[in-house]
């Protein structure tokens, strides 16, 4: 029997215009290294963190894209995402994992803490840098 990471709920941020039943797949292009294609796909157990990832991917496609939160369900086992555990986070206080397999999309939330102007502001930076900087930390 597999360890249970997290009983959830568990949530997913994205520009992506989904449905109820649809499924979030890895394959896609990093938001923050179009150059890496992810193996994997993201999710949280904390609704802001999903609200972050949501408006930074607004951000950076610029024009009309819109953040959205995705209430998530995974398909398969899971593990911790190693971007932040024990990496910059001892442990894994942000309640942050990936998976190979899908996620379903079970609903969908409008209410997370929206970033200030200055705090996008300063994301844009940081990840101006991060795409300057081709020994970028993303771990695929």
Do not use: Q
Not at 24 to 45: E, Q
Not at 66 to 82: G, I, L, R, W
């Amino acid at each position: 029997m597999a360890e249970v990471l997290d009983e959830g709920p568990f949530f997913h941020g994205t520009i992506a215009n989904l449905c109820v039943d649809d499924f979030l797949t890895a394959g896609y292009r990093s938001n923050y290294r179009p150059d890496v294609v992810m193996n994997h796909i993201y999710f949280t157990a904390i609704v802001d963190g999903a609200g972050l990832a949501a408006e930074i991917a607004a951000e950076l496609a610029g024009g009309d894209a819109a953040p959205h939160v995705y209430v998530v369900e995974p398909t398969e086992t899971f593990e911790n995402d190693p971007n932040v555990t024990d990496k910059k986070f001892p442990g894994n206080p942000t309640r942050s994992y990936r998976s190979s397999a899908p996620l379903k999309i079970i609903g969908e939330i409008t209410h997370w803490t929206r970033l200030t102007p200055e705090a996008l502001r300063l994301w844009r930076e940081r990840l101006t840098a991060l795409r300057s900087d081709e020994r970028g930390d993303i771990i695929n």
